[in-house]
């Protein structure tokens, strides 16, 4: 059994917390671990670590590498399949199946499951016996996880469910976004589930199916896989809902119910925040009620007073502000707004990721910019000069070794190293711990297009753009 985990999204409705460089699927919004790293913690439950992959695109290659990396150390780079472009659920899911049954070798009668990456799961247990259930009964259908629904839900879509067959039903069809007195119609009648995208195949079902119904896409399908990966970015951009699932009469779904949510608005996920029993006790409610803070920066006091049904979000770069049970359309319209003037924080922030490690910008004035820079242990940065910048680099925890022109220095905490403009330096971390350094640019120029690499271990071009 294998487990395919869609992880390439850069959706906006949690900005400012979620942005392009960083999105939803990489936050840790509810416990100490991010939404990516949860799903692969549950997954795990249900086939082994080694046969959980994982389907990105380039901006984020390394966000996965690196969280997966962090909790399960013999995490292999091989469980990444990279998307040349991202073409929406179908085209994911073809390049998974063909990159497992080409490059990794499993057999074409293997299940397989397809999840998000960014879905809240409240109930792991009850999850994991669905999904095993779920993998075992597969046989030669396309199956669905459909949730139990708690609410008339205006915001998903839905699967009817027609004949029981055992452990789960045939599905008679599917149902786009209601509005809201077909939705409370749909809830009443106890006919219907949640479609929450979770699918389940194996490769001779799913590669039938393609041919059936999508024979445009069949002709690269049937292609080996490096041909299929070079024509990658000529398929259409599809749903698999509305390729096969709308269309197959081979759908099936397993009824589950595990508290379940897409965490598509901050107004859903202030319920999943409140409900449980530790509250942040840096987040001060004086005189309010029905409010939800969050800061990006768990230390960050945020005190609310006064004041009723108000959300207050925090990030490193932006705060939003804005009444309880309106989020989603509050969000969108501000998301519009930044698009429309242009607004830098709509899709990058002052917190960078690097295959490396990370930064945090802390000043950024006209004559210098201050970063915090974290290296993980075994890591190095590219061997790289800038024109029109100088760098000093103060070690505050860990080992460095840094070259430095013709010089090759090691650094310990409270050490210090000045790098003059045009030279040739590189940052590397030999320890076992992360390296913490700060780094201060001076200079008349600080953006990332100042770099030209002569050597990067990751594969990055020389000169940025």
């Known amino acids: 059994m294998y487990c395919i985990i869609l992880c390439g999204g850069s959706g906006t409705r949690l900005w400012p917390l979620s942005r392009k460089n960083f999105p939803k699927q990489f936050l840790k919004l509810y416990s100490e671990y991010s939404l990516l790293q949860e799903t692969f913690l549950r997954m795990k439950e249900v086939v082994l670590e080694k046969n959980i992959y994982f389907v990105t695109n380039e901006e984020n290659y390394y966000n996965v590498f690196n969280q997966i990396k962090e909790i399960y150390p013999e995490f292999s780079q091989s469980q990444i399949i990279k998307e040349p ?34 879905h809240y799961i409240g109930n792991k247990e009850a999850y994991v016996s669905v999904a095993k259930k779920a993998l075992s009964q597969i046989g030669n259908n396309v199956g669905t996880i459909g949730i139990k629904p708690t609410m008339a839900h205006t915001g998903l879509g839905y699967i009817k469910k027609g004949e029981k067959m055992g452990d789960y039903f045939k599905v008679d069809s599917f149902k786009e976004k209601p509005d809201k007195k077909t939705a409370q119609e749909f809830f009443t009648s106890g006919d219907y589930l949640w479609n929450g995208g979770m699918y389940l195949f194996t490769v001779k079902t799913f590669s039938e199916e393609i041919k059936k119904h999508a024979p445009e896409m069949d002709v690269l399908f049937c292609e080996k896989y490096d041909v299929f990966l070079e024509n990658f970015e000529k398929l259409p951009p599809l749903a698999i809902d509305v390729v096969i699932s709308e269309k197959s009469d081979r759908m099936i779904t397993v009824e589950g119910d595990f508290d379940w949510s897409d965490i598509g608005s901050f107004d859903v996920l202030a319920e999943i925040v409140q409900r449980k029993i530790d509250e942040n006790p840096r987040h001060v409610y004086v005189d309010s009620h029905n409010s939800f803070a969050l800061s990006a920066n768990d230390d960050r006091l945020i005190a609310i007073s006064g004041i009723d049904d108000v959300i207050v979000i925090e990030s490193n770069d932006s705060i939003l502000v804005q009444k309880m049970g309106e989020s989603n359309d509050g969000v969108k319209k501000v998301v519009e707004y930044l698009k429309k003037n242009k607004r830098k924080e709509l899709e990058h922030n002052i917190m960078g990721y690097r295959p490396w490690g990370e930064y945090e910008v802390l000043v950024d004035d006209d004559n210098h910019k201050v970063k915090k820079i ?84 990751y594969g990055r071009p020389q000169e940025i753009k």
């Open 374 to 457: 974290i290296v993980y242990p075994g890591a190095k940065l590219s061997l790289q000069s800038h024109k029109r910048r100088a760098e000093h680099w103060i070690v505050v925890k860990g080992t460095a070794k840094v070259v430095n022109g013709e010089n090759l220095l090691t650094l310990h905490e409270n050490e210090s190293t000045y790098i003059s403009a045009h030279s040739k330096h590189q940052l590397s971390n030999p320890g076992e711990t992360n390296l913490e350094i700060i780094e201060v640019q001076t200079g008349d120029y600080f953006e990332e297009d100042d770099i030209y690499r002569y050597e990067d271990v």
């Open 85 to 118: 472009k991202s073409l929406n659920t179908m085209p994911a899911i073809m390049l998974a199946s063909k990159y497992l049954q080409e490059k990794i070798g499993i057999s074409e009668m293997a299940p397989i499951i397809m999840v998000p990456a960014d």
